[in-house]
């Protein structure tokens, strides 16, 4: 497209976007102009978790979980101590929500998608695993129903298969919480006054400050630390 009356300004391809990246926007405006967002962020060392998916990948476990569906499931047992962080806040209201639905960010060729692996608590593992991969696979083929899409108290978002280290995500309304996943990579630890190589990841959990305190996000992610570093709890899952 030309530049007419503007000698200033480049050439240009004019691109109308599409409508899920219109509804992204929207929906993000809401969130930043209607929630006050602040972070909390833990570096999280992951041996366990890293040997736990290594014993089912050797022993042929199919379909292998993802470190998403992990976290999934952690993620759903830990709301049941943090309840209100499973909640909705509309109307003035904070809505303490019953079922632990949760939901996970899946890109898209047309941009992100919010499926909902409802009733994750009582899921296992293998569960889980089944389910997010169908639902992957339908919303990247376009045939995501709505209904798989709503539900859900709490969602987490996981760029870290991009090389991403350390984002914060942004609260999907009426939601209160999300926890951003970064890379899980081997890194410098101090254990025991000594330094090591360990594979961690860095968790981020943004907040809606009308219900939620820091207090509540920093006890939250030491729950999830201690979750990832439980053996008898990640090979019961």
């Not at 976007?17 to 992951?46: H, K, L, W």
């Not at 979980?65 to 509309?90: C, G, H, M, Q």
């Not at 083929?141 to 709505?146: P, Q």
């Not at 254990?191 to 809606?208: I, K």
Request: glycine share 8%; charged share 20%; with cysteine.
């Amino acid at each position: 497209m030309s530049s007419a009356g503007k000698p200033w300004e480049p050439e240009y391809e004019a691109v109308a976007p599409s409508a899920i990246r219109v509804a992204i926007g929207e929906r993000t405006q809401t969130s930043f102009r209607e929630i006050p967002q602040y972070d909390v962020t833990r570096e999280i060392v992951c041996r366990e978790l890293v040997a736990a998916r290594q014993a089912l990948k050797a022993a042929g476990t199919d379909p292998l979980p993802t470190y998403n569906d992990y976290l999934i499931k952690l993620v759903a047992l830990a709301l049941r101590e943090f309840p209100w962080l499973n909640s909705w806040y509309e109307e003035g209201m904070i809505k303490l929500l019953k079922p632990v639905n949760v939901g996970f960010v899946c890109d898209t060729e047309e941009g992100i998608l919010l499926p909902t692996v409802f009733d994750a608590d009582r899921k296992p593992l293998a569960e889980i695993a089944a389910g997010t991969r169908e639902l992957i696979a339908a919303a990247r083929a376009g045939r995501l129903r709505a209904s798989l899409q709503k539900g859900a108290g709490f969602t987490i978002t996981n760029i870290g298969p991009t090389g991403a280290d350390l984002f914060n995500g942004i609260i999907s309304p009426p939601q209160t919480a999300i926890l951003a996943v970064g890379a899980l990579s081997e890194r410098p630890v101090v254990e025991q006054g000594q330094v090591r190589a360990a594979p961690t990841m860095y968790l981020t959990l943004s907040l809606d400050h009308r219900v939620h305190d820091g207090r509540h996000g920093a006890a939250f992610l030491a729950r999830l630390a201690e979750s990832l570093g439980d053996a008898d709890l990640l090979r019961s899952l």
